[in-house]
Every structure is written in structure tokens, then in C-alpha cells.
């Protein structure tokens, strides 16, 4: 199941980017030396490493029991709590590959996943989102998917047994440890699939293996000076980068506690970081605005913060020297994606300048360049724009089985392209100017317009649907619709977004703004202009 030839493994170990060793021999590593330390905190548990570890053969010995093939894909649906990390370290010790499915993915982005990636088995709670696991289940199985076993997981405060097949198989027997130990994934192999934003239609999905994130967390320890002594929080969704680095690596790989929240608010957020005493936090831009707007920020003690690392979208530079300001933390970030891993990074030898004007400085082993986004030339003059490519020890190893996104996603000699237009300086630092995608970046989370436009379009009133990023102080970005309707039809925002809803579609995706109009404004090559519906909505906002 290994992704990565054997030369370039051979480079990487011997370079010191990678390792030989599994997540899973750190955490034996821990049970070992610090048993009773914990691993994971969320608001209603403390899972130690001895529990982690417990957790997880035991749910990895009942998935090899109902899913025996080698390599299998298990779906995994679960919110950011100490489960989540326990399912992935599971289907680790099964030598199965994880789907992580984002825990607020609607019915048809889930359906698409499990068929995408051939997932026949689905590990969740009893109840997600107020929703019974029958009913999910239900719904999965009327879309045509497979769903041949549900394994659910226990849900604090609740107590009983865990894992549990539902519903139960007579006279089925778990793996046991030593049948584990001789299946268990390698540090190259295919371990988890994760879901990306495509600029047309749904969700790709990206081969995740756990030596690029072994050398992206090398990058961090450096930037920031990380610890075994450090307590991290990460509030990001776990399987997406981001948050696998944050909570599911970082953390593991150092020894050090994680504090997760199942569910996000900025209250939350501050009374777990005083609670915890936790020194190195990591979310979303949108998140710490929510934090620092929040009326509690300053009824709590955060002194324990020394470093916060944020991104996924721009970073304002003014809020973010505020929070340096109020909090005394330093604000770093990566600049890449959950395809490319990381290609700058801002470190705490930087500037207040260089750390909130920039992305960083480039990454040396990345090897990062700038091309022409028609021709994929180097641009060769300095300061000048251009898009970044890549090729180096952080990046993934592609879509899985779809060769027409990887020809978007690759060079034709191989080299992995951002969808962003960069400048370099003379110093090596990174700024990002522009755009080559036709993204919506709302709280980090990057919607593709054009998916949402073609959603809208089912909606037996529209016509035409054009989704165009509006301006937001917090979230940076939200998704407004211009649509215009069939004669004699009228639409409301509510009566999409009901639409929407009973479609299954994705709360992410779900426009914010409606406006109508008689005819949408057409370039010369009639396609619909934008650029001009863009100008609009910011007019309409900065009027209001």
C-alpha cells in the first residue's frame, strides 16, 4: 500500500525529513514512559495515552473483524473530540485507510465520499448533530450507498462498552493484539483520505500518508519552539490539514496533551485555554476575530499562551498585532495547502512585520517556485508575480483515482501547483496577491463557487446562479448568489436555503446573500462577469 517510490524514501529518510516509525510506535512510546499523562482533553474527558492506545485496539481489533481485506476503507464521521483521533489511530492498527469525513458535511457530500472511495464500513456516535445513527444510515442507504456494517463510539458523558457493532453480529470475534501488530500501516503507506473543495462539482480526495505530516511537524517544532512541556489546543475540523498537524501529529509526536472541542464557540475556546493552561493554540483567522470580539476575552487569564498559529485564509495584520497586543502570544502561520503541505512559514525570529505582512519565508526543502499560470515558464524576474509550485518532503501523493484533477493539480514535469498568484522578495518572503481558482475562502474553509452554483441551479426558479465572495470582518469572505429567475417565478433566501437543506447539501456551501436580478451582467465572451457582481456586492455592503 506504500504511495511513495523507493528513491524518493530513500532521499527523505536519509535527509532526516522522514521516518521509519508509525504514529502508532510514538503512542506505545508514551503508554511506556508517561502512561497517565493526558493525551487528549476535551470539556467532558481526559484520555490518557494508556487510554488512547486501549481505545484504539480495541476498536481496530472489532473493524479487522467485520472489514478483514488489507487496506479497506473505513468512513469515519465524528466531531473533534478524543474519538476522532482514536478512529484514526484504529484504522492504523487495522492496516485500513480512514475516510475522514468532516463532521458538519451534509447527506450528499457523506454519500459522495463513501462511493468515491468504495467505504463500506462507517464509524460514528449514536447520535450526531441531533440525529440518530439509524436515521443517518437510513438516509445513506435511499442514496444508493453501501453501508454493510456501523460501528459506533462512545459519546461522553455517556459510559457502556465501546466500540459497538450495530447491530450486533452472533459469535463475531475481535483481532486480537498480536494479529494487529503484523497488519498495521507504515509511515509511506495510504493511511487516511480527506476531502478537499473542487473548483467544479464535489469533493475530491487527498492520499494522506504519515511521514508528510512527520516532516511538516519538524517545521513547526522549529518555528515556534515546540515542546513536550507545550499544551496545545487545536479548534480546527481534524480530518482536514490543518488540523491533523495540530492535534492529531504535533502533539503525539512530542508527547505533549491536545485540548479538542467537539463543538467550536470563542467562549468555549477561552475557558479551555485558562482551564488547561494551554500555551500553543491553533485555529482558523475567523476564529481568534471571534475570539478577540468575544465580551469574556478579558474576564479570563490567557497568559499561558505564547504562540498561536492561524491561517487558511488571509491573516488581518491589524487584528493580529491586536491579539498580540491583548494576549501576548505570537502570531504564526503556514502558507500551503492540504495537498501541498507547506511552503513558507512565518518562525518567531521574524518581524511583527514580516510575520503579519507576509506568509513567511519560503521553505527550502520544498523546493518552491514561481510559474506563469498559462505556460507553467519560471518567472525569473524578481518581485514579480506569478504561481507557486512545488516539490518536496510535505506534499501529498495526489487525488485519489482522478486523473483529471491531478492534471489541474500537477505540472507535466511534476511539479504540484497552489491556486494562488505570489510574489517573492529578494529575502525569500511570500506574499499572496491573487487568485487562479474560483474559491470562496469563508472561515478557512474553501467553498468552490462553481459548486455552489450548480446547486443553487436545482432550485426550479433559477435560471442562472453566479456565487461571488462578499467582504466580512470576521469570516474574511461569505457566499452571496446572484440568480436570475424563470419568468413568473419569485425566490426568497429562506426558500433556497430550505431547498438546499432537503438536498443534503453542506451547511459550508450555503449562500448567505441572495440578490435577483433581471439579467446578470456578460463578458464579451459571455460568460457572466464577476468581476462586476464582485464590485456590487462590496458597493452594497460599504453603502449599508
Known amino acids: 500500500m506504500a504511495l511513495i517510490d523507493e528513491e524518493t524514501i530513500a532521499a527523505n529518510l536519509g535527509s532526516g525529513a522522514w521516518s521509519r516509525e508509525p504514529l502508532r510506535a510514538e503512542v506505545a512510546e508514551h503508554v511506556r514512559s508517561q502512561p497517565d499523562r493526558p493525551a487528549f482533553i476535551s470539556e467532558l474527558e481526559r484520555c490518557s495515552w494508556r487510554d488512547y492506545e486501549a481505545r484504539a485496539l480495541e476498536l481496530a481489533g472489532l473493524l479487522v473483524a467485520v472489514c478483514p481485506e488489507p487496506g479497506a476503507r473505513v468512513a469515519v464521521l465524528l466531531p473533534d473530540g478524543p474519538a476522532v483521533h482514536i478512529a484514526y489511530l484504529a484504522t492504523e492498527m487495522a492496516g485500513l485507510v480512514a475516510v475522514g469525513i468532516g463532521p ?19 464509524v460514528t456516535h449514536e447520535v450526531l448533530r441531533e440525529r440518530s445513527v439509524d436515521a443517518l444510515v437510513a438516509e445513506l442507504r435511499r442514496r444508493e450507498v453501501v453501508v454493510d456494517h456501523v460501528v459506533t463510539v462512545r459519546q461522553p458523558p455517556a459510559g457502556g462498552s465501546e ?36 473548483t467544479t462539482g464535489l469533493p475530491k480526495c487527498v492520499t494522506q500518508f504519515q511521514n508528510r505530516w512527520r516532516y511538516f511537524h519538524q517545521l513547526a517544532v522549529q518555528a515556534a519552539e515546540l515542546s513536550p512541556d507545550d499544551v496545545f489546543m487545536s479548534v480546527l475540523p481534524a480530518p482536514f490539514g490543518f488540523g491533523l498537524w495540530t492535534a492529531h501529529f504535533t502533539p503525539t509526536y512530542l508527547g505533549a496533551p491536545v485540548v479538542v472541542l467537539d463543538h467550536f464557540t470563542p467562549e468555549r475556546m477561552i475557558e479551555m485555554i485558562e482551564r488547561e493552561r494551554v500555551s500553543v493554540l491553533a485555529c482558523v483567522s475567523t476564529q481568534f476575530l471571534m475570539m478577540l470580539n468575544s465580551e469574556t476575552v478579558d474576564q479570563h487569564d490567557l497568559s499561558s499562551l505564547r504562540v498561536m498559529f492561524t491561517g487558511g485564509e488571509a491573516v488581518p495584520a491589524s ?52 510559474l506563469d499560470p498559462d505556460d507553467h515558464s519560471d518567472v525569473t524576474t524578481p518581485g514579480a508575480p506569478g504561481q507557486p509550485a512545488c516539490r518536496g518532503p510535505a506534499t501529498c501523493a495526489g487525488y485519489y483515482e482522478d486523473d483529471d484533477a491531478n492534471r489541474e493539480l500537477y505540472t507535466a514535469d511534476g511539479w504540484m501547483l497552489m491556486g494562488d498568484i505570489c510574489t517573492i522578495d529578494a529575502n525569500g518572503y511570500l506574499k499572496v496577491v491573487g487568485r487562479t481558482s474560483d474559491f470562496i475562502i ?54 433556497l436555503l430550505a431547498h438546499l437543506e432537503a438536498r443534503g447539501v453542506s451547511r459550508e456551501w450555503w449562500p448567505e446573500r441572495l440578490e435577483v436580478r433581471d439579467e446578470l451582467p456578460r463578458s464579451s465572451g459571455q460568460k457572466i462577469a464577476k468581476g462586476e457582481l464582485r464590485k456590487e456586492i462590496e458597493s452594497l455592503i460599504e453603502s449599508a
Open 104 to 122: 458538519r458535511a451534509g447527506d450528499h457530500e457523506i454519500a459522495h465520499l463513501m462511493r468515491k472511495t468504495g467505504a463500506t464500513v462507517l
Open 163 to 198: 466500540p459497538r457493532l450495530r447491530p450486533p453480529v452472533e459469535g463475531l470475534t475481535p483481532a486480537p493484539r498480536d494479529e494487529l501488530e503484523a497488519r498495521g500501516l507504515g509511515p509511506n503507506d495510504l493511511w487516511l483520505l480527506n476531502s478537499t473543495s473542487g
Open 319 to 370: 487584528r493580529a498585532a491586536e491579539f498580540e497586543d491583548r494576549v501576548g502570544a505570537a502570531v504564526l502561520q503556514f502558507y500551503g495547502s492540504n495537498e501541498t503541505g507547506a511552503l513558507s512559514r512565518t518562525t518567531l525570529k521574524d518581524t511583527r512585520e514580516q510575520r503579519f505582512e507576509t506568509a513567511g519565508r519560503i521553505i527550502d526543502g520544498m523546493n518552491v517556485r514561481l
Open 442 to 495: 469563508r472561515g478557512g474553509k474553501n467553498i468552490s463557487a462553481v459548486a455552489v452554483e450548480q446547486e443553487v441551479a436545482t432550485h426550479p426558479a433559477v435560471r442562472m446562479a453566479a456565487a461571488v465572495a462578499m467582504p466580512d470582518p470576521v469570516f474574511g469572505e461569505r457566499v452571496c448568489v446572484f440568480v436570475e429567475l424563470h419568468d413568473g417565478h419569485t425566490l426568497t433566501l429562506d426558500d
